[in-house]
T-cell receptor
């Protein structure tokens, strides 16, 4: 079955640590996106990539980093510079706006 | 003014009611409009897609776009408890892979 997989489902981070969230798709989609969802805030764009080895900052990129070395993979690193990382993180992929996004099931990150 | 405004609710209706969900937007370049449904702790799923102005119907769901008023709506007829979810509007002005802009989402509860 084609789809988009995020792992882990739950992640706990200590203060000062970097953590990496995984996002893998087997839909052959060119574009991939990372969003952060907080209660009452909706979806806010962190980074996106329209092609391998290229990515752009979204609205809230500070404290995050990404890579796109393979078409299938778009990992997100939450660095220690992100002061309020506790949130629900969603990865999505798309083959064009007219087809919409396919979302993963999300990773809930909690700072402990 | 935010690009996309959506009343977060919560909205509570009895089973069988007609539900109306709405978004307003400020960017006149938007021409691709979508509605996503998100169940608790899950990723959003594409529900309806409309290009430019007009109506689109799919079963119990109808999406309407009024570009002159910069206003989009989603109607749910004969609402069911399984429709209880958060509904997010999303839009874009570009047919490529330019990121969608999302509303904050409206939380809907359908009471049996």
């Amino acid at each position: 079955d084609g789809g988009i997989t995020q792992s882990p489902k739950y992640l706990f981070r200590k203060e000062g640590q970097n953590v990496t969230l995984s996002c893998e798709q087997n839909l052959n989609h060119d574009a991939m996106y990372w969003y952060r969802q907080d209660p009452g805030q909706g979806l806010r764009l962190i980074y996106y990539s329209q092609i391998v080895n290229d990515f752009q900052k979204g609205d809230i990129a500070e404290g995050y980093s990404v890579s796109r070395e393979k078409k299938e993979s778009f990992p997100l690193t939450v660095t220690s510079a992100q002061k309020n990382p506790t949130a629900f993180y969603l990865c999505a992929s798309s083959s064009g706006i007219v087809y919409g996004y396919t979302f993963g099931s999300g990773t809930r990150l909690t700072v402990v | 003014q935010k690009e996309v405004e959506q009343d977060p609710g919560p909205l509570s209706v009895p089973e069988g009611a007609i539900v109306s969900l709405n978004c307003t937007y400020s960017n006149s370049a938007f021409q691709y409009f979508m509605w996503y449904r998100q169940y608790s702790r899950k990723g959003p799923e594409l529900l309806m897609y409309t290009y430019s102005s007009g109506n689109k119907e799919d079963g119990r769901f109808t999406a309407q776009v009024d570009k002159s008023s910069k206003y989009i709506s989603l109607f749910i007829r004969d609402s069911q408890p399984s429709d209880s979810a958060t509904y997010l509007c999303a839009m874009s002005g570009n047919s490529g892979n330019t990121p969608l802009v999302f509303g904050k989402g409206t939380r809907l509860s359908v009471i049996a």
